[in-house]
């Protein structure tokens, strides 16, 4: 489960006049693109996030600035440190994830397979960790 985070190397065109970064649907990603929201002015200690998704894929970039990502399929934990516009990482389905250590200024663009649904939410890290377990098996 954790293993299918991945960090995905997004492509780059460098150019003097200023870098550009894209992201397709179904190519680079492997889910379509249903909504797009973002994380800024993010006072000095917050956390964001704590929670996992049933069903959602997302892809998380760090727009500008940094900020740690902590992943936990009930099993597994890693921490990704984000702090490159061309990279995206990739968290599937039934993970836990918390976001803390952001710089000054981070904005966290986030793309998501659907639309924001409170039912696809787990809040509660045990009622996560159980249900993560009991598939798992
Ligand atoms: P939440 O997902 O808990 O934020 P984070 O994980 O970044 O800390 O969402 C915070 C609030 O914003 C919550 O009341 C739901 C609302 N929200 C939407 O209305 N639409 C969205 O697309 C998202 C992501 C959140």
Redesign the pocket.
Known sequence: MIESCKTIDLPRINDPRGNLTFVEAGRHIPFDIR?V?Y?YDVPGGA?????AHKALHQLIIAMSGSFDIHLDDGRAKKTVHMNRSYYGLYICPMIW?E?DNFSSGAV?M?L?SN??D?FD?Y?DYGEFVADAQRIGK
């Open positions: 909504r929201y994380l956390e964001r996030g704590g929670h994830r976001l966290c986030v998501a639309y924001y409170e939410y809040r």
